[in-house]
DNA sequence: TTGTAAGCGTTATCAC
DNA sequence: GTGATAACGCTTACAA
């Protein structure tokens, strides 16, 4: 009907008040008579009036809107992780907008694009952009919130996986099953996430590598991804020195494992050698793997995540927090729960 | 340092220029003297400048977001087409905003809020939202691109996926191959997709059914993922007429039933039965599947979404569009490519 | 090519 | 509780 979208002016004439009223009427905490904000609302509705965020950005200063910087979502663990951001940033009545920035050049600059939104915050879950864009954005009040990236920061507000306790997790596990001769592999290109989990798996194992009786490899893969697995399997199962205990840093390079281990030993041999993956992806679960993983909750993480921004926007000034998200170990087929703990 | 956010006066006060021509040398349309434009980049370097877009957006009566309106994605297939489409939104200068509408009671009101955002468009890959939400968007001179929802729409531009050409290319797939036991699996609410792949693929079988040579049954399993496959899988394999050859509409359940059928028949008898599912998930290509399958594009859809969007920009009165993507047989192991056709 | 000035649709600050 | 009125920072005629 109408060609021009309704204004609160428009509402304000049909409803017969001023236009101010009409934009209080849609502020909750605004006092207005019970009679003209029910007459408001019938105008509005009349004509489909919707408030204009833009204008409400210009004059707030802020919009409602969050950045939502992610890369690599063909990883399911982090397409997960970002669908559960986006359910999170939805319930406490923002937007997200989300940025993927997955081999791109100009990340930084387009990054700083986003000042020109009026975000009301950015969280940010990918390796790739420099600490400085962070403080770009901080330099320009936008509350930052840095995922699984960083140890420390003196301006943004930091989420992290208890990665470290992820990997001394695996290693103690192995221990208490007995497993002498482990393996840890990580993708070549090294990713917080992995180099933390590397880290507290051989740190826990160091008391044991001096006595000699237990020893521990580092072992890259290509990618963090199936194939990666599925190749890396060939090196490991083929070594004069064959591990009985295996970690790997995502569950993804762990079913590829499994799956080319399939051709490589034979079922008997292979149930003597433990795996533990990480994350615990749905496919982790899937019958054809049923692997044992340390468990990182997305959902924990998005809601900690959110949490930690709306916090930051009610105290702007108070100092930047940090967290670490606790991680769980989920016995399945690909190691056994010990019976008994053989160490004290 | 600066306290507040530079804007476009500020430059113009440190260049020596007028408000104007800062907001020109910001639009590649304008001609200005290069000089000029140079002296108010290093002004705007100097004091990290960036366009308010809330501004811009009032002006333009325009944003440069484009709201993805999604659901259920924990479904891969959905997902890696959600991160597609954000490449690809992206990718053409424009912002992708995300609506996950799943589990939602009151999804057509909460869309309705979209329209406060002055949308560049949106695109509607969810079959939850109502015939009346994309109206809505559309009188308010939003566009919208509705993704494999419906057969026609007078308003709405419509990318569908060949749905019911993949049905028959499996059941078609199946004949080849000589099989004549048919069953089709879908989840059993019913979604447009897969009401259209087992439309596409009972139609073709319908002249080869009258014949009684072949049969095919439909049959639901309870959602559209692995354990519903996993399940279903009983009640297919243990049945007194077992199928030799199995459509089901989505890989995740195919994935369901294959880990499940190796607890309820022999390698052998298992190698006998033909198994077809749709999507090509990463999944599907796992040596512990895999699977031959009907791959649709996710790629495809995702640019052709947002380049129908991009004309719709361009051309804002033109009649509706629709288009199909055509799909692919993909042979793996579940069903091997048959040397010679049984049928001409 | 550049400057002046008039909006865009809200919210916020005053009066009343 | 309500109504004027002044911003907010930009784009875009219109003038020069």
Do not use: W
Request: charged letters at 20%.
């Amino acid at each position: 009907m109408n060609k021009h979208t309704a204004t609160s002016a428009d509402v304000a004439a049909l409803a017969g008040v001023s236009q101010s009223t009409v934009s209080r009427s849609f502020d909750p905490n605004s006092r207005i008579s019970v009679a003209t904000r029910q007459r408001v609302f019938e105008a509005a509705e009349q004509l489909g009036y919707q408030i204009n965020k833009a204008a409400q950005t210009m004059i707030k200063k802020r919009s409602d809107l969050v950045g939502l910087v992610t890369a690599g979502l063909e990883d399911p663990f982090r397409s997960e992780f970002l669908h559960k951001l986006i359910i999170e940033v939805q319930n406490c009545g923002l937007r997200p907008m989300v940025m993927d920035v997955s081999d791109r050049e100009t990340i930084d600059e387009e990054l700083h694009g986003l000042i020109q939104y009026q975000l009301s915050g950015v969280i940010i879950t990918s390796g790739t952009p420099s600490e400085n864009i962070g403080k770009a954005f901080i330099r320009h009040g936008i509350p930052v919130v840095l995922v699984n990236r960083t140890e420390h920061s003196d301006e943004a507000d930091i989420v992290n996986l208890d990665n470290e306790g992820a990997g001394e997790m695996a290693a103690k596990a192995f221990i208490e099953s007995g497993k002498t001769n482990l393996v840890v592999v990580r993708s070549k290109k090294p990713s917080f996430s992995s180099v933390m989990r590397v880290k507290g798996f051989l740190n826990y194992l160091a008391p044991f590598l001096s006595g000699d009786k237990v020893n521990a490899t580092e072992v890259l893969c290509d990618a963090g991804n199936y194939d990666s697995g599925y190749q890396i399997a060939d090196k490991i199962l083929t070594s004069q020195h064959k591990p009985d205990g295996i970690f790997f840093c995502m569950d993804h390079i762990a079913c590829g494992f499994l799956d080319s281990a399939k051709r490589l030993v034979s079922p008997n041999e292979m149930s003597a050698i433990g795996v533990i993956g990480c994350d615990d992806i749905a496919l982790a679960s899937f019958r054809a793997y049923d692997l044992t993983t340390i468990r990182q909750s997305s959902s924990e993480i998005a809601r900690a995540s959110v949490e930690t921004l709306l916090n930051r926007l009610q105290s702007p000034t108070s100092a930047p927090s940090k967290q670490a998200i606790p991680v769980e170990l989920v016995y399945r087929s690909t190691l056994a729960k010990p019976q008994r703990t053989n160490i004290e």
